[in-house]
């Protein structure tokens, strides 16, 4: 049986969010993104090799992905969609510092909506815009706010999964869908299978997470 999964991408307007969303739909880089309004969403069937309580197996996924707007008039309609979340990825800017000191606000937020950060879902971190470092647009030189060191500092003191620092728009396409099916994984290792089953009421099941570490890495 197959495992579906509701997966969301939230932080600031301008970090980035719409860019990975659509790179991995369509595999290309669009510099001239339009920030998203309310909230889009995409489904994707994925295939992996997965563990979960020491058995490994070879499982089909169902994953619900939604692009939510950062702009703060739309902060409620996005809290709307952590609910039933499975995994949440919380992108800031490295090159912008206001969107990494609201991580917090939006941790909070999400704790609001669905209680406190644990094994039941899974939030990772990613730093983007790593290939704006030390580079001039215009008459404009963007330059490091942000240090791994303290994006890692957050993740252990919150309970997050750290997933690097990336360029959407360099990142090859392989190597962002290879990311974000490490991601699943991650998921599923936390939560375990969540199945649909097809009756009339629809139910899903949720086992019992495993335990781990409180701030873990993506390979």
């Known amino acids: 049986m197959s495992v579906d999964y509701k997966i969301i991408l939230i932080g600031n307007s301008g970090v980035g969010k719409t860019s990975i969303f659509r790179k991995l739909d369509t595999g290309e880089f669009n510099e001239g993104t339009i ?55 919380l992108m800031y800017d490295i090159t912008k510092r206001e969107s990494f000191d609201n991580v917090g606000a939006w941790i909070e937020s999400i704790k609001d909506s669905i209680g406190k950060l644990n094994n039941q879902y899974t939030v990772i971190l990613l730093g983007n815009k790593l290939d704006l470092i030390d580079t001039m647009i215009g008459n404009l030189k963007f330059k490091r706010e942000v240090t791994e060191k303290e994006a890692i500092e957050i993740c252990n003191n919150n309970n997050l999964v750290w997933g690097g620092e990336h360029s959407t728009k360099t990142i090859e396409y392989n190597d962002l869908k290879k990311l974000f099916e490490s991601y699943i994984q991650k998921i599923y290792e936390s939560v375990g299978p969540k199945i649909m089953k097809t009756q009339k009421n629809k139910k899903i099941d949720k086992y019992k997470p495993k335990r781990g570490s409180c701030c873990q890495t993506l390979q």
């Not at 619900?64 to 902060?75: L, S, V």
């Open 35 to 89: 920030s998203t309004i309310g909230v889009e969403k995409k489904t994707m069937d994925i295939s992996l090799d997965v563990e979960y309580k020491g058995k490994k197996e070879k499982k089909k996924f169902n994953i619900y992905f939604y692009d939510t707007a950062g702009q703060e008039k739309f902060r409620a309609i996005t809290k709307n969609y952590y609910k039933g979340s499975d995994g949440i990825i």
